[in-house]
């Protein structure tokens, strides 16, 4: 039986009420986006809140978290109260297209780990069909959101398959601009997998480019990702 938790060095995310368990996704999107600056975070699809407490301890900022599936939600809540900053999360069970023409509110930092799959067989399980593919959030839903809640000196940051190509053009044609670019790959003899987009409404040439390889080995984490996540993993 999987863990129902998983322990980080200050704090414990609960997942088993969610379809979407805590992942190497979430944490690459919660150790990289740029929080520090920010005083108002948005996370869209927070899950079992992961991304949402990491944000909240690299910075001071207030952040809410968005989720439609209702024991998520509850979850993402839970976690959020029993972390050391729960006085600055707000968890809303809420589908993001209704909270974004309802909340009122610029966000400085907009982050999303969304569901990614397109036009791909669905899995039996309801919640994961929601967790993992585009039917309930597809990508112009998420970029239109987005940019109605973003301050004009705001960012956006996504995680996605790197066979996503499309992302980029399609946010530029709404007046999102991609300024940093990162991509990943497990394995340093392995292909790209992901894709970590970070954008702006202020239009750029061309983003920045980096690369991260996971491991270095098999069984060795790198140290460029223990570098990025030591925060967080307990033994880094």
């Not at 309802?102 to 036009?119: A, E, H, K, M, W």
């Not at 067989?121 to 919640?127: I, P």
């Not at 080995?217 to 990702?225: A, D, G, I, L, Q």
Request: glycine share 4%; proline share 5%.
């Amino acid at each position: 039986m999987a863990n129902p938790y998983f322990q980080f060095k200050q704090f414990t995310v609960w997942h088993d009420r969610c379809a979407m368990k805590v992942n190497t996704d979430a944490v690459l999107l919660g150790a990289w986006a740029p929080a520090k600056n920010a005083t108002t975070i948005l996370d869209i699809g927070t899950g079992s809140g992961i991304i949402a407490i990491m944000l909240a301890q690299r910075c001071n900022a207030k952040i809410r978290g968005v989720e439609l599936d209702k024991n998520a939600a509850c979850q993402a809540q839970e976690n959020a109260l029993k972390s050391p900053w729960k006085e600055r999360i707000e968890i809303n069970h809420i589908d993001f297209n209704a909270f974004a023409n309802i909340c009122g509110t610029n966000f400085d930092l907009v982050v999303s780990n969304p569901p990614y799959f397109q036009n791909s067989l669905l899995n039996n399980d309801v919640k994961k069909q929601m967790a993992r593919h585009a039917n309930t959030l597809t990508s112009a839903e998420l970029i239109c959101g987005v940019f109605k809640i973003l301050t004009d000196k705001g960012t956006f940051a996504v995680i996605l398959p790197e066979e996503q190509k499309g992302f980029e053009q399609e946010a530029a044609i709404a007046g999102l601009y991609c300024h940093r670019k990162l991509l990943v790959k497990t394995l340093p003899t392995k292909k790209f997998t992901r894709q970590l987009l970070e954008f702006s409404k202020i239009p750029i040439l061309q983003p920045a480019l980096t690369e991260l390889c996971i491991h270095a080995t098999p069984k060795e984490y790198s140290p460029e990702y223990k570098q990025l996540t030591k925060n967080f993993y307990l033994n880094f």
